[in-house]
């Protein structure tokens, strides 16, 4: 398993290297499908979405190559449509024209999950003779961080992801599941944009970098590392390596791994390999008491937290924490950041 990377100088450069490194030469006529991050409407340098300019140098380079392209993703429900969430973002036009809603066609797959038998995917995921996922380099609170198992996430229709929550609302299930849906239709290449990143105290970043492979395990170990979170510590990757799918000691890192110093993960994981050495009882119990809080000085009352709670937790600014799951679809949503997660006891 081989996971390159690169110090981008000119960025179509790096591309091309990058496919010829993995052997993707012969494009003429394939049916390409490419998959970046495009969770809600945002802008490059929130680095919440894979960065435009990675999108767009990729999808020049394919169509020059004679493919046939699709660009699409299925982002949380929005006030607005997949492809005008894609022109706020910026996608539509790199996209050249590719851009396509694909929550439309849709498939029943059936998975091994002991919460769910069968999930349902975008039916042009499927049937492309390439994937290429794009992944942003970013955290997040449930996972730790959100990169290239967690981007395939966006192969279910996002109308239904808050469904997945509500079925799989403990994290370890969560992860499972994360797991099966990546199984259905592994990228054939993963290009991580690590361009522009912030933590998750929402400092910024210039890693310049691109991170490539075709094992989005081998990847997200790889990125676990360049953000100082060490692979047992991340839950994700934890429980891969429980059900043997990947080997840590198997991946070849060619380039150079840095940390990014002082780059802030989620306040509990620096701490889970502790937790993990007394058992996940405690680590659970510290995952309980940090709930998503609206900062009513900041909402705009958009209802887009109301709308994607898969628990129907959240009304006039308010929230339910018997109901609260834990899922932060709420914080992932916002156009304004107005939610953030503070520690709360179950009494208060």
Not at 7 to 18: A, D, G, N
Not at 249 to 271: D, Q, R, W
Request: charged share 25%.
């Amino acid at each position: 398993m081989r996971v390159i990377i690169k110090e981008v100088t000119e960025l179509r450069t790096s591309i091309i290297e990058i496919f010829e490194d993995f052997g993707l030469k012969e494009l003429k006529g394939k049916n390409v499908f490419i998959k970046p991050n495009m969770l809600r409407i945002a802008q490059p340098d929130d680095c919440i979405i894979t960065d435009p300019a990675l999108v767009r140098e990729t999808t020049s380079y394919l169509l020059d190559c004679g493919a046939n392209l699709i660009v699409g993703d299925n982002p949380i429900p929005q006030l607005v449509d997949e492809v005008e969430v894609a022109k706020r973002c910026g996608f539509f036009e790199a996209s050249k024209g590719r851009f396509k809603n694909i929550g439309r066609y849709i498939k029943r797959i059936k998975i091994n999950h002991k919460n769910l038998k069968e999930v349902y995917v975008s039916k042009e995921i499927l049937e492309c003779e390439i994937l290429l996922s794009l992944p942003k380099f970013k955290t997040h609170e449930l996972t730790g961080l959100s990169i290239a198992i967690k981007n395939q996430f966006g192969m279910v229709p996002g109308g239904l992801k808050p469904k997945l929550h509500y079925e799989c609302f403990k994290p370890d299930d969560f992860y499972n599941l994360l797991i099966e849906i990546y199984k259905i239709r592994p990228p054939d290449l993963i290009i991580v944009d690590c361009l522009r990143v912030r933590d998750a105290k929402g400092k910024l970043y210039r890693p310049n970098r691109i991170i490539a492979g075709d094992n989005g395990f081998a990847i997200d170990c790889v990125c676990s590392l360049i953000a100082g979170i060490a692979p047992e510590a991340n839950p994700l990757l934890q429980i891969a390596l429980k059900r043997n799918l990947f080997d840590p000691k198997k991946i070849e890192v060619i380039g150079k791994l840095e940390i990014i110093k002082g780059f802030a993960t989620p306040i509990s994981f620096p701490f889970r390999k502790f937790f993990i050495g007394l058992g996940n009882f405690l680590f659970s119990r510290l995952q309980n008491w940090r709930c998503p809080v609206i900062d009513v000085s900041n909402c705009n009352n958009c209802r887009s937290c109301e709308n994607v709670c898969p628990k129907r937790a959240i009304r006039n600014k308010e929230i339910d924490y018997k109901k609260c799951i834990k899922c932060y679809c709420c914080i992932e949503v916002c156009p304004n950041n107005a939610i953030n997660l503070k520690f709360r006891m179950p009494s208060s």
